[in-house]
């Protein structure tokens, strides 16, 4: 039994080589290998194998991290089951997900099964124990990567119908994973103890279920009021990982009561425990938001703690054996995923693409996939570290060939939103008529948040071939043919600074030959704005608009900070909702980031007063302020 101190001390020792792991895996990352497949090498690096920075005896010591990381990776796979997200295409998720969730557990394990005369460490065991190595690796090869798959989606701005899909498949997996794993885990440990079949197991199976259930409810109670309580994020951070390392030992405890008790072991699985109590507050609790931030602020560190120890405790040695084992598992695993994608898309009745490269998204296996692996190692230490050995090297090719395979699948259907590297949310198109000091300033400035912007001058001047970073436009007149020749269809905004009365003649070609565009007039008469107005455009008024911007200041000096840009790092955008999937949906329910924040909904040019009530209409423009990265996410669940 450990002391105290030395377990203190070993923690930090530990905290230390994951620092270290954290920089290495940062390095594969540039090599385009994915963030935990660089934990994973750092652990092997770092491991006896290795540097021996960790040592065997030290993995063992250090148990408890794999606890605490372990409930944490279920809680934030219940955090993404977003009912509400997932109700259109409901078919198609569901065709999907039932065909490879039987199709690859069937064929994995029929295919493990007969292959463990070539098997070392399976040759000599019992027929029973080798149906149950057999289920569990069947079991192990369902669960996915939402984390990996959210990378790739978030990397192509991918958006539309097969994402959307893949991303509902990918989490329902792994919540229907751990429900499985919990029954194949009970039968196994049945098998491998020669406990024969009767309706007393099937009694327990439903008690367990019914225990597991009650604890989950009392657990997602305690999350919820740790939410509510006025904490400082460090502490609630403490808890939620220490609560989650006390399901586990509760679970242990509870295992020894029933067989105490009701002589029979009751398989408790902590795992679902977390993964329902998550679901639960990401479905019906208020406290959603808070807690779906506290999770993503805690998974950088928690993976890389989790993962450096799993690549220091892989058997390498082992793996030299069996490698040829683990390039057959993978081949039957492809080959599962690909009869599932052809059977469930074409029973939703898919395009008969999607059927052809389903099978891509599905590859790449983490934290859910580690999780069950290390747990089975735990629970039959007899043979479970040749077992996770074999299983993890799969895991981790399939961690290097499946984000580069989806998102050849995403670019095949069409849904990445980045034609070409430099697309993002800013890359707008805007041309200012007038050339001038304050035009000038006013293209640069929309140039630096990422506008293509051009200028048209009505004169040629001297100057102007020195202006290198702005195009300029030089028109003899102002006519429909002189507009055409500069492509005036491409921009979107128009910005006129010339006198009022070329202003209004543009205004009066645009509206009548060009069609509806954002036009931004700079008035220099206001008994002229009428005029304008009349037409559509939005009048900027030079004599009252200082005073109007110092009132502002008064009422609200943060919005006028954000106008005036004044704020680092944040922008205030519109977007247009024409995903058909938001129509109808509240703005309280909306996954928003938590640095982001909605202002108003304009609906057919009506400005609405919007509060978490309030229902998305597809066409409505919706004005959201927050920092750039959020701007874009938000952007992209926005899209068609």
């Known amino acids: 039994m450990l002391k105290f101190g030395q377990i203190i001390i070993i923690l930090f020792a530990f905290i230390w080589v994951v620092i270290a792991s954290n920089q290495a895996a940062k390095f594969f990352q540039k090599i385009q290998l994915p963030l935990i497949t660089g934990f994973l090498l750092s652990g092997i690096l770092i491991g006896p194998f290795g540097l021996k920075l960790i040592d065997v005896e030290m993995t063992y010591k250090l148990d408890f991290v794999n606890d605490i990381s372990l409930s944490f990776i279920a809680l934030l796979a219940g955090s993404e089951l977003f009912l509400k997200e997932i109700r ?13 969730l039987i199709l690859t557990f069937t064929l994995v394990s029929v295919g493990v099964y007969f292959l463990e005369g070539y098997i070392s460490f399976m040759k000599d065991l019992p027929e029973l124990h080798k149906v149950a190595i057999a289920i569990l690796s069947g079991t192990i090869f369902i669960a996915k990567s939402p984390s990996s798959v959210m990378a790739v989606i978030n990397e192509l701005r991918a958006k539309g119908r097969f994402t ?18 919990t029954i194949c885990l ?7 103890n020669n406990t024969p079949f009767s309706f007393k197991f099937l009694y327990g199976l439903i008690l367990e279920f019914v225990v597991i259930f009650i604890v989950a409810i009392l ?13 400082p994020k460090f502490i609630k951070i403490f808890l939620i990982l220490i609560s989650g390392f006390g399901v586990f030992k509760l679970s242990h405890i509870l295992e020894l009561i029933s067989f105490t008790y009701l002589g029979a072991e009751l398989i408790i699985e902590p795992l679902l425990i977390c993964i329902i109590a998550s679901f639960y507050i990401t479905n019906y609790s208020r406290q959603r938001d808070s807690f779906h931030i506290i999770l993503k602020d805690i998974a950088p560190m928690v993976y890389a703690g989790f993962f450096t120890l799993v690549g220091a405790t892989l058997a390498l040695d082992v793996l030299a054996n069996t490698w040829l084992i683990a390039l057959i598992i993978l081949i039957f695993y492809f080959s599962s995923l690909i009869i599932a994608s052809l059977s469930g898309n074409l029973g ?32 039959f230490p007899e043979w479970g570290n040749q077992f996770s050995t074999i299983l993890i090297a799969v895991i981790v090719i399939n961690q290097i060939v499946g984000p580069p395979l989806f998102k050849w699948a995403i670019k095949l259907v069409g849904e990445s939103h980045l034609p070409v590297s430099s697309q993002n949310l ?18 640069r400035d929309l140039f630096k948040e990422n506008y293509s ?24 007149g102002l006519s429909v043919k002189a507009l055409n020749s500069i492509g005036i269809r491409r921009f979107e905004t128009i910005v006129l600074m010339l006198s009022d009365d070329e202003n209004f003649k543009v205004c009066r070609l645009i509206n009548e030959n060009i069609g509806a565009k954002t036009i931004i007039v700079r ?19 030079p004599s009252t608009a200082i005073s109007k911007l110092i009132e502002q200041f008064v009422r609200s000096p943060l919005s006028a900070s954000f106008i005036l840009g004044e704020e680092d790092h944040k922008a205030m955008v519109d977007i247009k909702v024409r995903d058909k999937n938001l129509h109808g949906i509240a703005l309280r329910d909306l996954r928003l980031p938590p640095d982001v924040l909605i202002l108003s909904v304009k609906r057919k040019g009506q400005m609405l007063i919007s509060h978490g009530y309030t229902r998305l209409r597809r066409g409505d423009i919706v004005t959201i302020v927050g920092s750039m990265e959020s701007l874009q996410d938000l952007s992209l669940q926005f899209e068609e």
Do not use: C
Not at 186 to 192: D, H, Q, S
Not at 219 to 231: G, N, R, T, W
Not at 457 to 476: F, G
Not at 525 to 537: C, R
């Open 523 to 541: 008035l220099y008469d206001s008994i002229n704005a009428d005029k304008f107005h009349e037409l559509g455009a939005l009048v900027v008024d």
């Open 426 to 443: 800013f890359n707008k198109t805007a041309i200012i008529f007038g050339l001038e000091h304050q035009s000038l300033n006013l293209a």
């Open 453 to 476: 912007v051009e200028i048209v001058s009505l004169e040629k001047r001297r100057n102007i071939s020195d202006i290198k970073d702005i195009t300029i436009h030089v028109l003899d």
């Open 219 to 231: 657990f997602a109670k305690f999350l919820e009021f740790l939410m509510q309580v006025p904490l």
């Open 186 to 192: 009970t039968i196994a440990n049945n098998l491998i």
């Open 88 to 100: 259109n295409n409901i078919k198609s998720i569901l065709w999907n997900t039932l065909s490879q």
């Open 164 to 181: 959307k899909m893949v991303i509902s498949v990918t989490v329902l997996l792994d919540v229907l994973v751990i429900v499985l794993f």
């Open 348 to 379: 939703a009745r898919n395009p008969k693409l999607y059927g052809k490269i389903g099978w891509m998204p599905f590859i790449t296996q983490a934290g859910v996939g580690f999780a069950l692996v290390y747990e089975v190692a735990q629970e």
